[in-house]
Nanobody
């Protein structure tokens, strides 16, 4: 089992920045690829970014390319999402998730952190 706890969400004005963190406990963090997802009210959850067990970036959604950066620190069991140039359409609950490197689906999810971008 892996437990994931997100932090760093909040209210920010358009153009501002936030850094989300997701800290894992349980099994060895470096065994997992990690992803960030988001879900706005009335919409489906969408993938934002993902990163391999050793820090290779696997994916950015087109809507966040050039503005968001995913990274991880395996020594701290933490994955980050640096979000710059935030837009009102980035408003959502952001979730981190973990999957073993042999799987394509995510097995473990955090509780989510709210990000609200005001115009």
């Amino acid at each position: 089992q892996v437990q994931l706890v997100e932090s760093g969400g909040g209210l920010v004005q358009a153009g501002g920045s936030l850094r989300l963190s997701c800290t894992a406990s349980g099994r060895a963090f470096s065994n997992y690829a990690m992803g960030w997802f988001r879900q706005a009210p009335g919409t489906e959850r969408e993938g934002v970014a993902s990163i391999s067990w050793n820090g290779g970036v696997l994916y950015y959604a087109d809507s966040v390319k050039g503005r968001f950066t995913i990274s991880r620190d395996n020594a701290k069991n933490t994955v980050y999402l640096q979000m710059n140039s935030l837009k009102p359409e980035d408003t959502a609950v952001y979730y981190c998730a973990a999957r073993t490197t042999t799987r394509t689906t995510y097995d473990y999810w955090g509780q989510g952190t709210q990000v609200t971008v005001s115009s």
